[in-house]
């Protein structure tokens, strides 16, 4: 699944011509991405006991988007690294007088100018490949 996924993502005239109904698979992708998201939210609302409207706002996707380029688009570990250094960020910051969103905002300019595969793919990326 997630190959032909990889497929469609870097030629879908290709992966049609090889026979994969691409509709199919990528109704699939976003069924499971809003099942995830579901989950998540649904799992902090019953652990948080609360469930506020600062979690439906676009900020917060962009935050998600924010961790995940931070950490690794592509990679299994690459979002979480991401999400902790954001959150870290955020909570070290608040107790500072720095205006958090600007601080985090050069951070992240800084880390997509040095690392452009993030900062788990640039460690995938740097090291030794193990031969089978």
């Not at 609360?50 to 962009?62: C, F, N, P, R, Y």
């Not at 931070?70 to 205006?99: D, N, Q, R």
Request: hydrophobic share 50%; charged share 15%; aromatic share 8%.
């Amino acid at each position: 699944f997630g190959q032909v996924l990889k497929a469609i993502r870097e030629n879908e005239p290709r992966a049609v011509s090889l026979g994969y109904r691409t509709d199919r698979y990528k109704l699939v992708a976003f069924v499971l991405s809003a099942s995830l998201a579901g989950l998540a939210g649904g799992t902090k609302a019953l652990v948080f006991q609360l469930a506020s409207l600062t979690d439906v706002t676009w900020q917060m996707s962009g935050e998600v988007v924010l961790m995940t380029l931070l950490g690794g688009m592509g990679t299994l570990f690459g979002p979480v690294v991401g999400a902790g250094l954001v959150v870290t960020l955020e909570s070290y910051l608040a107790s500072t007088s720095l205006p958090v969103p600007v601080v985090i905002g050069c951070i992240f300019v800084v880390c997509v100018l040095v690392f452009r595969r993030g900062i788990v793919g640039e460690l995938l990326a740097r090291l030794p490949k193990r031969g089978h």
